[in-house]
């Protein structure tokens, strides 16, 4: 089955510890993106990628780091610089034909907690 | 710029009871507008979407219909059920947006049976 998986589904990180969720997908889409997800707030946009090699910053890119060196993979580094970390994120993708009318395709996401 | 605004919940509704979520929207240049669903500890799932004026979307029993005039893309069924708890969400894209999506804050709807 096509889809995207995102791990671990629940992660905890140290003080000062940089931690990095997984994202993989076989959709064979051009573009993927992450977002994070508060209580009771929409998605917001942390990274996004549209091709392999690249990658631009969202709304909320400090704290975060991402590389894409495969179409099928777009990690996530939540790094110590990022003081308030807990949060639901979800990884996305589409095909990103360029018209704005792509549907994206999300994880099931991945549950961070500050320990 | 890019803005989508929701009717604030949480919504609390009978079953078979008729559901309506509110959504507008601003936007630069011409958008197409989405539904998803996120149903609990689940990512997003596409409920029903239309790219241009007049369209209505459609999927499940729910509905929407992109009006240009009033810059809405309301939500709504006619008969609930209790499986349709979830949260809903309104979004846009654009073609200057590219695939990018803004969405609107989520609307938590629960079913009583």
């Known amino acids: 089955d096509g889809g995207i998986t995102q791990s671990p589904k629940y992660l905890f990180r140290k003080e000062g510890q940089n931690v990095t969720l997984s994202c993989e997908q076989n959709?064979?889409?051009?573009?993927m993106y992450w977002y994070r997800q508060d209580p009771g707030q929409g998605l917001r946009l942390i990274y996004y990628?549209?091709?392999?090699?690249?990658?631009q910053k969202g709304d909320i890119a400090e704290g975060y780091s991402v590389s894409r060196e495969k179409k099928e993979s777009f990690p996530l580094t939540v790094t110590s610089a990022q003081k308030n970390p807990t949060a639901f994120y979800l990884c996305?993708?589409?095909?990103?034909?360029?018209?704005?009318?792509?549907?994206?395709?999300f994880g099931a996401g991945t549950r961070l907690s500050v320990l | 710029g890019n803005s989508v605004t929701q009717m604030e919940g949480p919504v609390t509704l009978s079953e078979e009871a008729f559901l309506t979520i509110n959504c507008t929207y601003t936007?630069?240049?011409?958008?197409?507008l989405f539904w998803y669903v996120q149903y609990p500890g689940e990512g997003l799932q596409l409920l029903l979407k239309?790219?241009?004026?007049?369209d209505k979307g459609s999927n499940k029993g729910f509905e929407a219909t992109y009006r240009k005039e009033t810059t809405s893309f309301h939500l709504e069924k006619g008969s609930v059920q209790v499986s349709d708890s979830a949260v809903y969400f309104c979004?846009?894209?654009?073609?200057?947006?590219?695939?990018?999506?803004?969405f609107g804050e989520g609307t938590q709807l629960t079913v009583n049976p």
């Open positions: 996305a993708s589409s095909i990103d034909q360029g018209l704005g009318r792509d549907i994206q395709y």
């Open positions: 959709l064979n889409h051009d573009a």
């Open positions: 990628s549209q091709i392999v090699n690249d990658f």
């Open positions: 936007a630069t240049g011409y958008p197409s």
């Open positions: 239309a790219t241009k004026a007049d």
């Open positions: 979004a846009l894209s654009t073609e200057t947006s590219g695939s990018r999506l803004t």
